[in-house]
């Protein structure tokens, strides 16, 4: 399997930023997945999860702000982030909710600029 993850970029606090992960070589329909960050100096961790059949869940901290969704005929997750803060900094990668992970991918930078 491969994630191949895009869309982040350098915005201001505030600002929104849709990013997307693309799975390869899996029956993506399904996997429940996530997204999930890391920030520099932290661990890894997860940030939004959907189900099989679309039920989602965050971390309190992007409630309200963040968004994850799936185009099950594209094997493509995304995450559309509004109202964003300087904390939420990190690289963004996407994988299964549960169970025996995929392999990471690169992920995608998100810088947010105070």
């Known amino acids: 399997v491969q994630l191949q993850a895009s869309g982040g970029g350098l915005v201001q606090s505030g600002g929104s930023l849709r990013v997307s992960c693309k799975a390869i070589?899996?029956?993506?329909?399904?996997?429940?997945m996530a997204w999930y960050r890391q920030a520099p100096g932290k661990e890894r961790e997860l940030v939004a999860g959907?189900?099989?059949?679309?039920?989602?869940d965050y971390i309190d901290s992007v409630k309200g702000r963040f968004t994850i969704s799936r185009d099950n005929a594209r094997r493509t997750l995304y995450l559309q982030m509004n109202s964003l803060q300087v904390e939420d900094t990190a690289v963004y990668f996407c994988?299964?909710?549960?169970?025996?992970?995929?392999?990471w991918g690169q992920g995608t930078l998100v810088t947010v600029s105070s």
């Open positions: 070589g899996t029956n993506f329909r399904i996997f429940d």
């Open positions: 959907i189900t099989s059949d679309h039920s989602t």
């Open positions: 994988n299964r909710r549960s169970g025996d992970m995929w392999p």
